[in-house]
């Protein structure tokens, strides 16, 4: 089976294998993550109390399974973002039951893409 040939880094100039990741763009990632993480507040501070594990315990005892790919549901996401909105936080109208797979690859990447389109 034919696989992709290297390719030329755009940051370090050296030649990589298709998927294989730069360790200078590792590293750089690696920084760049943990400078967001020093920042942004724990989750008790961002309202992920012991209210909202019972709150969200219950919702997935009513909505067990994923909505997106129908596998059992493992937590309780938050359809629009609430950014901090206590009102938008507890509305159940904007919880929506997922599986960890489908929460941190297609969710998570469509609030990328969403952030990015708002800051244009």
């Not at 390719?7 to 100039?13: I, N, Q």
């Not at 919702?59 to 059992?72: M, Q, S």
């Amino acid at each position: 089976m034919p696989t992709k040939g290297p390719r030329v880094c755009g940051y370090c100039g050296l030649t990589h294998m298709t998927g294989e990741q730069c360790r200078f763009v590792a590293a750089r990632d690696k920084a760049r993550k943990a400078s967001f993480d020093r920042k942004r507040p724990n989750a008790r501070e961002r309202g992920y109390t012991r209210q909202w594990e019972k709150e969200s315990k219950a919702f997935l005892e009513d909505y067990p399974f994923c909505i997106r790919c129908g596998k059992p549901a493992q937590l309780v996401d938050h359809k629009t973002p609430h950014r901090g909105d206590q009102r938008l936080f507890w509305d159940r109208t904007n919880w929506q039951p997922l599986c960890h797979h489908c929460h941190n690859s297609a969710k998570q990447s469509e609030e990328r893409r969403a952030s990015r389109k708002v800051k244009l």
